[in-house]
Structure formats: structure tokens, C-alpha cells
Nanobody, 124 residues
Framework: QVQFVESGGGLVHPGGSLTVSCSASGFLFTQYAMGWYRQAPGKERELIATINHSGALAKYRAPMKGRVTISRDNAKNTASLQMDGLTPEDTAVYYC?????????????????WGQGTRVTGSS
């Protein structure tokens, strides 16, 4: 079955950096775009960034645009998100998934299943 396992979260001081990673399985990874989402306490899950199936194209959304870099390794079925300039407002659970669309800003999961996510806490 389709699975996403996120890792790498933690506590980050203001202005700090962190890279979160994801291992995907159960589908043909090289045929799907990948994306990173986050869900802050009391808020809906939002899409942060997507990368196309080959890794040649990436699209970033506010509010993390300019502070994150998405990447993927098709040989290992993994995706990563490097985050810089973190603030307390970036506190959230971060999820990876295969979005239904590389382009749409509100793209849902192509498979309708989610991993546990990895928690990032920006200290004040």
C-alpha cells in the first residue's frame, strides 16, 4: 500500500535551518510529482512546495516561498525539504505526499493517504 514516512523534525531557534525528509513506497515514485505540506495548530493543512516527477522543476507557495528548497532522489524514492530562516510561526507538522497536481496551489493527495508527519517547532 502507499506509504509516506517523514523524519527530521525538531526544535529550531529563530532564524535556524532544518531539513526534513520523506521515504515513499507503494507506488511508481518516478511517475509522480512530490510535495511538502504543513499543518499548524488549529489550522488547515497547506501546500508549501511541489517538485515534478523528474526533479527538474519546483514550485513554491507562500508563506515559505524564498525560505525553502524541495528536492528528490528518484533512485531512493525519497524527497526532502530544506528550510531556512525559521520562526515560531513555522511551527507545524510537516507532511510529504504525491500531490494530484504539480501546478495547483491547493493540490490534495493523489492517493488520499497521509503519513504521520514530522513536527517542527520554532522556538521564540
Amino acid at each position: 500500500q502507499v506509504q509516506f514516512v517523514e523524519s527530521g523534525g525538531g526544535l529550531v531557534h529563530p532564524g535556524g535551518s532544518l531539513t526534513v525528509s520523506c521515504s515513499a513506497s507503494g507506488f511508481l515514485f518516478t511517475q509522480y510529482a512530490m510535495g511538502w505540506y504543513r499543518q499548524a495548530p488549529g489550522k488547515e493543512r497547506e501546500l508549501i512546495a511541489t517538485i515534478n516527477h523528474s526533479g527538474a522543476l519546483a514550485k513554491y507557495r507562500a508563506p515559505m516561498k524564498g525560505r525553502v528548497t524541495i528536492s528528490r532522489d528518484n533512485a531512493k524514492n525519497t524527497a526532502s525539504l530544506q528550510m531556512d530562516g525559521l520562526t515560531p510561526e513555522d511551527t507545524a507538522v510537516y507532511y510529504c505526499n504525491a500531490p494530484s497536481s504539480y501546478f495547483a496551489d491547493d493540490a490534495a493527495s493523489a492517493f488520499g493517504t497521509w503519513g504521520q508527519g514530522t513536527r517542527v517547532t520554532g522556538s521564540s
